[in-house]
């Protein structure tokens, strides 16, 4: 009896070794090599520090309603205890970054494909924030109090000073801008989308010429402690970058879409001719960021959580020294 079990150890000891040398049996310490590889975040934000001209994807994440939360904005998170800001300028040989499966041509868009245009009397321009209480990095002169990792209820260093002074960059070429300082995103981040369609289309009702809306976001990108300010060179001066994040009918009846396209590319087109740097790739997403309310609807991010409220403020008075020429040319004599 003991030579048998002795023989058939022998035997299963041979094909054991057997397997591994063929490869039919898996190495264990191959498996723990694979667990130490960097995660795919980790690897994107390496790749960004050494290539600062790589556009970043768009990650929209759905609401309950349907209705996603803009790229790349992740819930609120707890402020890490010490953050490495890099500063990094984004370009493209596109114009477009397309994260659908349509074939869009950005050039075959012109303005001749919207029929948007400004009314001459009343409000003609709509400024809110979905997302009203991302903030910026504070440099020392705009200290806040924060309600959550980059986040304040205090509308003096939020988003929402940011689209105070792009109403007024407007204003003071004589459009008519109405600036929404609501908090739709506080105290509940959910449904924020929502919240602030509601407002649009309260205002739509109210204010029949508004035909151009611009929900103005902060941007966010990085890894862990790790975040990136997206910075651009405006005639010597620094500012933060801009990006359009434009939406479609993917997912959601979006019948205007092309034509929100198409302003878009326009006012892209339009600032980059003056300060090439200042706009970084459009995106193009599955989702309809309340695009679908109106001809004219564009989501606008200024800058990251790495940018300071200065840079942001900075490049929304470029953004509006570029467009409103274009604006006021879009004005209806009648």
């Known amino acids: 009896m003991k030579l048998k079990i002795t023989s058939v150890f022998f035997l299963m000891l041979l094909f054991l070794v057997l397997g591994l040398l063929s490869g039919a049996i898996p190495v264990l310490a191959e498996e723990n090599a694979l667990s130490d590889a960097p995660d795919a975040a980790a690897i994107i934000s ?37 953050v490495t800001v890099i500063p990094t300028t984004i370009t493209s040989d596109s114009i477009l970054d397309n994260d659908t499966y349509y074939n869009v041509d950005p050039e075959f868009f012109s303005p001749a494909d919207s029929s948007f245009s400004l009314p001459a009397e009343g409000y003609q321009i709509l400024i809110l924030h979905t997302h009203s209480t991302e903030a910026y990095t504070p440099d020392g002169t705009d ?41 739709y995103d506080y105290p509940s981040y959910t449904s924020s989308y929502v919240r602030s369609g509601q407002a649009i289309e309260e205002y739509l009702e109210a204010y029949p010429g508004i035909v151009l809306v611009i929900d103005l976001h902060r941007d966010a990108l990085g890894d862990g402690d790790t975040i990136y300010k997206v910075v651009a060179d405006a005639e010597g001066t620094q500012a933060a970058q801009l990006m359009f994040v434009m939406g479609s009918d993917i997912n959601l009846e979006h019948p205007l879409w092309q034509d929100n396209l198409a302003l878009a590319l326009t006012l892209q087109r339009t600032v980059s001719d003056r300060y090439p740097e200042l706009m970084r790739p459009m ?51 009648a």
Do not use: K, M, W
Request: glycine fraction near 6%; include cysteine.
């Open 46 to 82: 390496a790749d960004l520090a050494a290539t600062p001209t790589a556009s970043p994807q768009a990650s929209p994440e759905p609401s309950p309603t349907g209705t996603p939360h803009p790229s790349p904005s992740p819930l609120p998170t707890a402020a890490p205890s010490s």
């Open 143 to 183: 200290v806040y109090e924060s309600s959550d990792s980059y986040r304040t209820t205090d509308t003096n260093y939020s988003v929402v000073r940011v689209g105070r002074e792009l109403a007024e960059a407007l204003r003071a070429y004589g459009l008519n801008v109405l600036h929404d300082e609501g908090l």
């Open 283 to 333: 995106n193009l997403c599955a989702y309809r960021y309340n695009q679908q309310l109106t001809t004219g609807s564009v989501l606008l991010e200024v800058g990251t959580a790495g940018n300071t409220l200065q840079e942001a403020i900075t490049a929304v008075q470029l953004f509006a020294d570029a467009v409103a020429p274009y604006l006021i040319s879009c004005i209806d004599p």
